[in-house]
Each structure stands twice: as C-alpha cells, then as structure tokens.
Nanobody, 122 residues
C-alpha cells in the first residue's frame, strides 16, 4: 500500500517557524507537492519538487519564506516554513505525482496524505 504521512504541524506565533515532514512508503514518486487548504477556501499549491531535488517551484505567497527539500534515502519530503503569517494558517497536505515535472494543480497528484494542521497566531 502507498502512504504519505505528514507531521510537524502545530501552533506557532507570527514570525515563527515550523518544519513539516512527509514520509512516503509503498512507492517513490517522480514529483512531490505541498498544498494547503484554509477553512472555506480551495486547496492551493504551496511548493513542489522533483525526485532528484530539482524543478523546485513555490507559490508567490510563500516564495522567500518557505523552502522545500527531500531526502531520497528516507523517502521523505520537507517543507521549512519561516516568517510565518496568520494567513498561512491551514491544513497542509503532501501529495505525490507520477508526472516528471512539478504541476500546481491538485488533479495532477495521485496520492495524498491526511494533512497536518498549521495555526499561526497574531
């Protein structure tokens, strides 16, 4: 079975940092993405990375504050989030895709984790 398990969410004050992890098991994906969904809003792309660590992409809202990386040996993808803002509050999801390039649409991703809550207080 294929599983993506996120961890590392929590409550943090504005300006703080969190590091999310996504551990994949059952298969290796060509690309990984981090998405987030705030209450009443659609799920949106945050960051993506290819299996070889290249092809990194970020949404404009997190560029320069978030950093995505991966550890192939651990089959784990990370999202380092710095300078967090209250508007970053959302459930963060990890997703895996068989596509060879990072795509920002949810439909391109085959498997999803259960999500981890990130709450940023002002």
């Amino acid at each position: 079975q294929v599983h993506l398990v996120e961890s590392g969410g929590g409550l943090v004050q504005a300006g703080g940092s969190l590091r999310l992890s996504c551990a994949a098991s059952g298969r290796t994906f060509s690309t990984y993405g981090w998405f987030r969904q705030a209450p009443g809003k659609e799920r949106e792309f945050v960051a993506g990375i290819r299996w070889n660590g290249g092809g990194i992409a970020y949404s404009n809202s997190v560029k320069a504050r978030f950093s995505i990386s991966r550890d192939n040996a651990k089959n784990t993808v990370y999202l380092q989030m710095n300078s967090l803002k209250p508007e970053d509050t959302a459930v963060y999801y990890c997703a895996g895709s068989a596509r060879s390039i990072v795509v920002v649409t949810t439909s391109a991703y085959d498997y999803w984790g259960q999500g981890t809550q990130v709450t940023v207080s002002s």
